[in-house]
């Protein structure tokens, strides 16, 4: 129980669907998104938060066939392969994007404080 709570202090960000955290052992950041859970290193992570923001949403809005309703979502270097709704896309993307919107806040901040200290 007390691994969990160590996770839980490092959650980077959460949202109703998900959460991410950063694990400093590994220098992973971990997503968990409707039960799935999946690391990236930070490079890989970026790689795979830009994919997920390339999907054209209006697109598949627009489109009336069934094949437009979901999407699959793959990140083959970490095991990430998923049909995604239209909703769960914009969920993830929100989860994605709140991440790495955190990182570089945090980013921001050590850059700050350590020259504050100089």
Same mark, same amino acid.
């Given at each position: 129980?007390?691994?969990?709570?160590?996770?839980?202090?490092?959650?980077?960000?959460?949202?109703?669907?998900?959460?991410?955290?950063?694990?400093?052992?590994?220098?992973?950041?971990?997503?968990?998104?409707?039960?799935?859970?999946?690391?990236?290193?930070?490079?890989?992570?970026?790689?795979?938060?830009?994919?997920?923001?390339?999907?054209?949403?209006?697109?598949? @809005?627009?489109? *009336?066939?069934?094949?437009?309703?979901?999407? !699959?979502?793959?990140?083959?270097?970490? $095991?990430?392969?998923? /049909? #995604?709704?239209?909703?769960?896309?914009?969920? @993830?993307?929100? *989860?994605?994007?709140?991440?790495?919107?955190? !990182?570089?806040?945090?980013?921001?901040? $050590?850059?700050?404080? /350590? #020259?504050?200290?100089?």
């Amino acid at each position: 129980m007390s691994e969990f709570n160590q996770l839980k202090s490092n959650v980077l960000f959460e949202t109703a669907n998900g959460y991410s955290y950063q694990c400093d052992l590994t220098n992973s950041i971990f997503i968990n998104f409707v039960g799935t859970t999946s690391s990236y290193k930070v490079q890989d992570f970026l790689i795979f938060q830009r994919k997920v923001n390339s999907v054209l949403i209006l697109d598949m @809005l627009y489109d *009336l066939s069934d094949q437009s309703d979901a999407q !699959l979502i793959e990140n083959t270097k970490r $095991n990430f392969s998923r /049909t #995604l709704t239209i909703c769960e896309i914009v969920q @993830l993307r929100e *989860l994605l994007n709140g991440t790495k919107f955190t !990182l570089n806040l945090h980013s921001l901040l $050590n850059v700050v404080l /350590t #020259l504050e200290e100089a």
